[in-house]
């Protein structure tokens, strides 16, 4: 599992995967396999988030919860498909309030959002892993563990990120998060079933792009090339 990992994230996370947890979560997932149970992402994409985004170029951060557990959309991104995939509703309600947040922003018609991944954007779920067709299957089996040591290293290791928490079950980590150091911008989930109840007008883009203009770091361009 680790041999594939960034270095920089292998560096902080390495011992993990000689943990107890972790070798529990190992045999799970091998015996989903040898069940013949089709989970996403597929195993090269399992750690994609950390790949694209190397822990020393982190400055912000976007918590998601589970992968999508539809054929095709998962690729190690949180909130991203691949592309040729329908955008999902919450991504399409984060195209809407990105709209009103940046000037010029014009939504693709995709949903594959890997260069904001390469701009220093941690795109990290919660859990790493899902059975196809059936959300949430891979939850307290190990992941949450591994993806809290990933928040808790960039808080102890990093300084000046921006942690986009959105939702209750995002807003939960952010005890993990030292925010003296940091900033931590809370709002409703962009889900259909909260986005207008403070997701949609909270301006979430700009106000990151403002503090890490504010602490002398390149603002992320959210738009997404075609």
Do not use: C
Not at 29 to 40: M, P, S, T
Not at 187 to 212: I, V
């Amino acid at each position: 599992m680790s041999a594939a990992l960034e270095p920089g994230w292998l560096s902080v996370l390495e011992q993990e995967f000689e943990k107890d947890y972790m070798i529990n979560l190992k045999s799970f997932l091998k015996a989903e396999k040898d069940a013949g149970v089709n989970i996403y992402p597929k195993n090269a994409d399992i750690f994609n988030a950390l790949n694209t985004t190397p822990f020393d170029k982190v400055k912000v951060v976007i918590l998601g919860q589970d992968p999508y557990h539809g054929a095709g959309q998962a690729h190690g991104l949180s909130f991203s498909v691949q592309r040729g995939v329908a955008v999902p509703p919450s991504l399409k309600n984060i195209y809407k309030e990105l709209e009103s947040d940046i000037e010029g922003f014009k939504a693709p018609n995709h949903g594959h959002l890997t260069h904001w991944a390469e701009q220093g954007v941690l795109l990290l779920n919660a859990t790493l892993t899902v059975r196809a067709s059936t959300p949430g299957s891979h939850q307290n089996r190990g992941w949450e563990i591994f993806t809290d040591e990933i928040i808790k290293a960039i808080s102890q290791k990093l300084g000046h990120v921006v942690f986009l928490l959105w939702g209750k079950y995002a807003q939960q980590k952010a005890t993990l998060i030292d925010q003296k150091k940091h900033y931590v911008l809370t709002s409703a989930h962009p889900s259909p079933f909260s986005a207008h109840t403070g997701f949609l007008g909270s301006r979430p883009f700009s106000k990151t792009n403002q503090l890490l203009i504010q602490n002398n770091l390149k603002p992320v361009d959210w738009n997404l090339p075609a």
